[in-house]
């Protein structure tokens, strides 16, 4: 089949024109550029709240499509976000990708992205979002137009993507670029219909159709065995399909190019569909570390290497009930959670239950349950802990994470703990009159939620354990306000899920590499809205319209 479309002919005339005025030898190295394509856990579908505190995503820069428009070769500094309409605040596995790449490069680098959610490969798959296919068979693709034209080929409009990168950004670049990789995630909208049984043979084609379409573009023959990165689906997922996941693992076993992330026992939100916060690092991490063995990255140490949750933790997500037992999904098991202990008399409710224990209504949670706790009133000092002793430790500094989400206007002095660091749930000036001596406070800067509708936020201290300590970790909260009086009602709830816990360096300082982005102060760094969403990793407000944000940490007015 003949790939040399228009765009390429006048992508290849761009390139000649480049070299003809280039100098004879470039001090610059060729800048890296990575595919990313597939349907809806490529495109995004984390919610902008999970993002990680210590995101930095200034060294990548985007160009993204969604097989309906079209950006004409612009790149911009990657910033997290989906193009679905009505939920656009969404993050997919590639920008824990992103984050550690560009840790690992130290320079920019460029990803041209195609996805689609609820997209298949096979026209047959008459749930395909739209009726777009990411067919490369040529009895369909020939007769096709792109997407983004108004057509429904997928793979045409990632091509005219393609090419306009190169004809209007890339081929000016100092040194050139080099196309690195092809990163994808995709398979579930092919899981009916024709789409399993057609499977090996659809993705097979379109592998080797777009490293043919990538080489013949940029005259680069190397490309025609570009690594090829894809991730399995899920098993708990209400798409999966075996055959699907069977055709993916011949394709990597036969080709020594294609690289399988296996996703199987991987959590997923409460769709059933699409990775959570935590699956979506795993995928990415796998994707990283795949990067690194093939030498197209330097090493790079990510978070899950510094993990030691299951070497130190008992339940840390939730999971398991009182029983010692995992937890079904939707059931309620009321309680102080397995493995866990409390400090604090907790009241009944009106119904004369516990109103505490594990159930699943937060709206981000990991996994099948989180904890909550909940008293009317709470109690003047309540804890939920748990110790680890100092037998399970090294020495070292730790850093301590959960997910939590306390109600607006009812935060009281509700904070994560690590021994004696702390990290309240609000802004500093929320708690004037509640610290504690001996604590070391930092503050989330988060304004509360919603009764309707719980989206935990992403809550982290450190601390430094010695030879000998134990670290006792958990969540403190009561009813004592700010304002010096007691609350009569619940004000100090609290729902919790996912403890992490991190081995960051040595106590000398000279262990892991500390890659905290908080800053002397202990306030976060970066913009955010005040429902608690980053808007950008940097402190600076220009451009943003008119209103109140939390800059650094502080609540502060944009005129």
Not at 84 to 102: E, Q
Not at 224 to 236: A, K, Q, S, Y
Not at 383 to 409: D, F, I, N
Request: net charge negative; glycine share 10%.
């Amino acid at each position: 089949m003949n790939l040399k479309t228009e765009f390429q002919v006048r992508a290849v005339a761009s390139l000649m024109s480049v070299a003809m005025f280039a100098p004879a030898v470039s001090a610059a190295d060729p800048v890296p550029v990575f595919i990313v394509a597939g349907q809806s856990n490529s495109d995004g579908r984390v919610p902008d709240t999970d993002v990680p505190y210590y995101a930095d995503f200034s060294k990548c820069m985007y160009s993204y499509a969604d097989g309906m428009t079209f950006r004409d070769g612009a790149f911009e500094t990657y910033t997290p976000y989906t193009l679905v309409n009505g939920d656009s605040k969404r993050f997919g596995y590639d920008a824990f990708v992103y984050h550690y790449v560009g840790e690992s490069l130290g320079d920019k680098f460029y990803v041209i992205k195609e996805t689609l959610g609820g997209t298949a490969i096979d026209p047959s798959c008459a749930n395909s979002n739209k009726g777009y296919f990411w067919s490369c068979d040529p009895g369909w693709y020939d007769a096709q137009t792109a997407s983004s034209q108004g057509g429904k080929s997928l793979m045409k409009s990632f091509e005219r993507s393609f090419m306009a990168c190169v004809e209007n950004t890339l081929a000016a670049i100092e040194g050139g670029y080099d196309v690195k990789a092809i990163l994808w995630h995709q398979g579930e909208s092919d899981s009916t219909y024709d789409g399993p049984q057609n499977y090996y043979g659809n993705l097979s084609a379109l592998i080797a159709h777009m490293r043919g379409f990538i080489a013949e573009a940029t005259g680069n023959d190397a490309y025609r065995n570009l690594p090829f990165i894809m991730g399995t689906v899920p098993h708990r997922s209400k798409q999966y399909n075996a055959d699907v996941e069977a055709a993916q693992r011949r394709i990597a076993s036969e080709d020594e190019n294609v690289h399988l992330v296996d996703m199987s026992e991987q959590t997923l939100q409460k769709d059933g569909l699409h990775f959570d916060a935590t699956s979506a690092e795993y995928m990415a991490v796998n994707v990283v570390r795949k990067l690194a063995d093939l030498d197209i990255i330097p090493e790079v140490t990510t978070w899950p290497d510094r993990e030691v949750t299951d070497e130190l933790l008992v339940n840390p997500d939730f999971e398991i009930n009182r029983a010692g037992e995992i937890n079904p999904a939707g059931n309620v098991d009321r309680g102080v959670p397995y493995g866990w202990e409390s400090e604090g008399e907790l009241k009944l409710n009106n119904s004369g239950a516990m109103s505490y224990g594990i159930n699943n209504d937060g709206a981000n949670l990991h996994g099948d349950n989180l904890c909550w706790i909940n008293s009317t009133p709470m109690p003047e000092f309540f804890e939920l802990s748990q110790t680890v002793p100092a037998a399970k430790l090294e020495p070292g500094e730790y850093e301590v994470r959960c997910k939590l989400w306390v109600e607006v206007a009812k935060k009281n002095n509700c904070r994560l703990f690590a021994n004696e660091a702390v990290q309240y749930f609000g802004y500093e000036e929320d708690y004037g009159n509640l610290l504690v001596e001996g604590e070391e406070a930092t503050y989330a800067g988060y304004p509360g939620g919603q009764n309707n509708n719980f989206v935990l936020r992403n809550m982290h201290v450190r601390v430094k354990v010695g030879e000998g300590d134990d670290l006792k970790i958990g969540i403190r909260s009561s009813c004592l306000k700010n304002d010096g009086t007691k609350s009569k009602d619940n004000a100090g709830w609290f729902k919790l899920d996912e403890f992490r816990v991190f081995r960051v360096g040595d106590l000398s300082g000279s262990g892991v590499e500390d890659v905290s982005a908080v800053s002397s102060t202990g306030s976060r760094t970066g913009v955010y809205d005040m429902e608690g969403r980053l808007l950008r990793h940097d402190n600076f407000t220009a451009g943003l319209p008119s209103g109140i944000y939390v800059v650094g940490g502080k609540k502060t007015l944009v005129k």
